[in-house]
């Protein structure tokens, strides 16, 4: 009789928590943490908040205050000339309610554009146009975010501050100024922001010499500590920092969509390895190891030794910079995880600690920006997972990345994308399709076949794309799809399928498409010609078109409505803050007493802004000038690097 009861007794307790258990099971089958649709909430509100400080501390005439000192009667000349910096907050807080849907009809929003277009403000000449590379950058972007509100002022100003930067350079160097003129010596942080500048510019259709790009990243490869990671100066000190890691990566990850040549890459299962992708690959085995670290996000950081946690911890007030870098790297290369974590999610805990009751980070303008514009960039949708396989999956490494940015550019769907390495293959179901490319036969590990037979009977879609026609891709799919698949049978997918016109006509002859369906569902999609050519050559002329609309075709029909933007965030209405931070200065080794070290003499004219998120290198001695780089043409061997 005892032994009854204590059953029944434990049946009692045990089945309600069972019960409790198998939602929360779910979740996690379906590939949502317990507490993520509680994270993206709080995300969504954390963001509003902000874009509602942002919009309360705009000034009438449509800028925001100032970042750095303001300049006095004793001071005027020194301060005006490197702590004074009025565009950049403004700059990235019109960025930042752009990428909140608002537009020119928006009275915020067009007096921001308005005054970006003819800065105005006390003690410039008429006429003036910022200078400063931080500034500059900023600028790039912000006018980008607005290219699809005004495209001819866009255009305009892109190609006036994206020559300007280029001309301020030789060897991929930059200093605070650009002045057209190359500097004495300069340092990462700046280099980092005037490459962002101009690939801003590039994505909005100006013409940049691929020499350029090629330039800048020999620059970068050059400066790589032997760590994997960069510092703020030269490889010199050997101290290798977790935000200048992570803007090296970046650095190179721009010089090498933009300095490849329509043929870099076009070869198959190519033995030879360009020193770009060794160094990205060291540069994310450095990332794997502290970004868990100095992110909290795992124990493993705690068998580093103490130099390593010094390097690997982002000071606080950095954090939003460290995040829109982060940002950046992720959009460009597709690296959403690192050391087994998802960094997303890591990094939007800490800005969530971070917020102040206002609704600003460290009340100044930047930081807030630049943590609203990151917590904004987490909405768009994930929309495809690349699996990294045994076979040449990299045959074509900007293919993706080009083929979204021509969607975001053509249609109104901005998408993200994720690389997945073996290990990893767990986070397949964050986005709803799966992609397998190469010309020889993927070679999957029984944890990727496992992961990723569970995926597709939980709904997901999977593409498949041929690269070459001298592998054995097509038969290895093939057969794959036959294990996947046993209850249906691969077929072409019919000229009167929406596949060839759900948003672009498709009426190429010589393009194959085959697929897995059941009645209307499509399960799988096979491209058996090499569509990721043209992808990856980024040539969007006539005879090229067909490839970007079908592949826009597909991967819209196989998203379907997991690819629907979320809508834009509506920011509450609060009081205007009597505080807004101007005069702060910050190191990567923490605050700092000491100016930063000043230009050289025929770099004195007066400056307009601070760099964003206090990015202030320490000082350092003057570096002797480096070579000119020799004169080649863009098409010889550019991209190799």
């Not at 090296?248 to 721009?254: D, F, K, N, S, Y």
Request: charged letters at 25%; hydrophobic letters at 35%.
């Amino acid at each position: 009789m005892r032994y009854v009861l204590s059953t029944i007794a434990v049946v009692l307790i045990y089945l309600p928590l069972s019960l409790a258990e198998a939602p929360r099971r779910g979740r996690e089958a379906a590939g949502q943490s317990p507490s993520g649709s509680k994270i993206r909430k709080k995300a969504d509100q954390a963001a509003a908040k902000g874009l509602a400080w942002l919009l309360a501390v705009q000034k009438a005439n449509g800028s925001w205050p100032a970042y750095g000192r303001k300049p006095t009667t004793r001071n005027m000349n020194r301060y005006i000339r490197y702590y004074y910096y009025p565009a950049g907050p403004s700059a990235v807080a019109a960025a930042a309610l752009a990428d909140n849907g608002m537009t020119l009809e928006d009275k915020p929003l067009a007096n921001a554009m308005n005054w970006l277009d003819k800065p105005d403000f006390p003690g410039r000449p008429k006429g003036w146009q910022p200078f400063k590379t931080h500034s500059l950058e900023m600028l790039c972007r912000a006018w980008l975010a607005a290219r699809r509100l005004d495209d001819k002022r866009a255009s305009e100003h892109l190609d006036d501050y994206s020559r300007r930067v280029m001309r301020s350079t030789k060897n991929g160097e930059y200093w605070y100024n650009c002045i057209n003129k190359p500097p004495r010596y300069g340092d990462n942080a700046n280099g980092l922001s005037a490459l962002r500048g101009v690939y801003a510019a590039a994505l909005g259709g100006t013409d940049i010499s691929r020499r350029y790009w090629t330039t800048c990243g020999h620059h970068w490869l050059k400066n790589q500590n032997d760590d994997g990671g960069w510092d703020y100066g030269l490889p010199s000190s050997r101290s290798s920092r977790m935000t200048m890691t992570a803007a090296g990566a970046l650095a190179m990850a721009m010089c090498m969509q933009q300095g490849s040549t329509p043929a870099t890459f076009a070869r198959c299962n190519s033995p030879a390895s360009p020193p770009a992708l060794e160094s990205l690959r060291c540069c994310r085995q450095y990332i794997d190891e502290c970004l868990p670290y100095a992110l909290s996000m795992s124990r493993k950081g705690a068998a580093l030794d103490r130099t390593m946690k010094r390097r690997a911890i982002i000071p606080p007030r950095r954090i939003p910079y460290a995040a829109d870098i982060l940002a950046g790297v992720s959009n460009l290369l597709g690296w959403e995880t690192y050391g087994g974590h998802r960094w997303r999610d890591g990094m939007v805990t800490q800005l969530l600690r971070r917020q102040e009751c206002n609704g600003s980070w460290d009340s100044t303008v930047s930081s807030t920006a630049m943590a609203v514009r990151f917590l904004l960039d987490c909405r768009r949708p994930l929309a495809l997972s690349v699996l990294q396989h045994g076979g040449d999956w990299n045959n074509r490494p900007h293919a993706i990345l080009n083929l979204l940015q021509w969607m975001q550019k053509n249609t109104k769907l901005s998408l993200r994308w994720q690389q997945l390495r073996p290990d990893e293959t767990r986070y397949l179901n964050r986005a709803p399709v799966a992609v397998l490319t190469g010309s020889i036969a993927p070679e999957l590990t029984d944890r990727q076949g496992d992961d990723l037979k569970t995926f597709l009977a939980g709904g997901g879609k999977l593409l498949a794309v041929q690269e070459g026609t001298r592998g054995n891709f097509d038969r290895a799919i093939r057969e794959m799809f036959v294990e996947l698949y046993p209850d249906t049978r691969i077929k072409p997918v019919p000229r009167d399928h929406a596949l060839w016109k759900t948003m672009f006509p498709v009426t190429r002859d010589k393009l194959t498409m085959w697929m897995i369906a059941d009645g209307n569902n499509v399960k799988a999609v096979y491209i058996d010609t090499d569509i990721t050519k043209v992808w990856q050559s980024g040539r969007t002329d006539e005879r090229s078109e067909w490839a970007w609309h079908a592949g826009t075709n597909v991967i819209a029909w196989l998203g379907a409505e997991k690819l629907i933007a979320p809508p834009a965030l509506k920011p509450p209405t609060i009081a205007k803050p009597t505080i807004v931070r101007e005069d702060r200065t910050q190191t990567d080794d923490g605050p700092q007493d000491a100016q930063p070290a000043e230009p050289p003499a025929d770099e004195q004219p007066p400056a307009d802004e601070q760099p964003p998120a206090d990015e202030q290198p320490p000082a350092r001695k003057p570096e002797p000038e480096a070579p000119e780089p020799s004169e080649e043409d863009d098409s010889d061997g550019a991209g190799g690097w």
